[in-house]
């Protein structure tokens, strides 16, 4: 019978788990396609942004909502160091709600938005407001949904380029995962290509795939009731990242907390007990590393936690940067959160039936900006 996530079609489908399953282990085709998506677009691409980024002044700011927001979190830093020129990451949430406090007018804006959707009001409003609050204001719109409200303003848009994903990468389950892992490799296709890291990201992650779900399923059946994940840099995003997929898929009945490995003992390290599991994001960054490797043997000194995930152990990981390490981190945080959720009989498709939250946020209203407020 043919398998999904070393899981059988019958129980996932019972267990209405079936679409998180497909769409975490389809990852490393769907990075294949995505790239090859890119590339089909190179010409047309760089037409149109050589001249935005020639512009000395020009601002950068990727911008989401919860895991878009997160993937401009991941690779900002990331981006900084290879462009050599300063990128943001600030979440559509921040700018809709204070505009005032993020966006300037005389200064040149490239927005990168991400959107599974493309329907989320944050999204719609934020593209909105930096039309309004900006005097030259252009997008790239990174999506997975042709028919979202994002892509239709920026097909219809001269100051903007639309970036279809992979059809299959409009993740049908509640959670985002290769939604968010195609956006943020796109991003780094467009403005960081590295010609020998994808073929090297993909065949670890397919090694993990394959060989590594046995352990990581066990783990996921411990009792722990709370998770905490640990990352510097942009890794630090992909731990926030992490955390709210298993909060997401345990409905959460999870505790979740992120942090860098040094801000983890400024207060956070009081959490610790036997009830919770450590997941520690190392870095391939040599000098980064050794902040990383000095917590990891205080935690094993100290003793106060049986759990300690360093998902690192799983594979060689030392061809990856930074960036490209962190898509093989979410991965193994998926299925951490995926079996988890599992364990403990939720259902990872829809794990909140009753609609506390939606697959696409509701309940939100976008004020119109008045003229002559703060940010005009």
Known sequence: MYNTLNIDADTLRQNKAEYTAREIAQQPDSWQRTAALVEAQRTQLHAWLQPLLQQSSLRIILTGAGTSAYAGETVAPYLTRAMERRVEAISTTDLVSNPHEY??????????SYARSGNSPESVGAYDLANQCVAQCYHLVITCNPDGELAKRAS?????????????????SFAM???????????LEVFAPQAAQLPALAAVTRNLLENQLPEIQRIAQQDFKRVVFLGAGGLKGIATEAALKMLELTAGKVDCHAESPLGFRHGPKSMLDDKTLVVLLQSND???RRYDDDLLAELKKDGTTPWILCPADFADTSALAEAWLALYYIVVAQALSFYKSLALGITPDNPCPTGEVNRVVQGVTIYPLESGSASE
Not at 103 to 112: F, G, I, K
Not at 177 to 187: D, E, G, I, N
Request: net charge negative; with cysteine.
């Open 103 to 112: 966006l300037l007018r005389q200064v040149p804006t490239l927005l990168v």
């Open 156 to 172: 219809g848009s001269d100051n903007s380029y639309s970036l279809l994903m992979p059809e299959e990468t409009l993740d049908q």
């Open 177 to 187: 995962t290769s939604s968010f892992t195609s956006m943020l490799l796109a991003t």
């Open 286 to 288: 040599a000098y980064c």
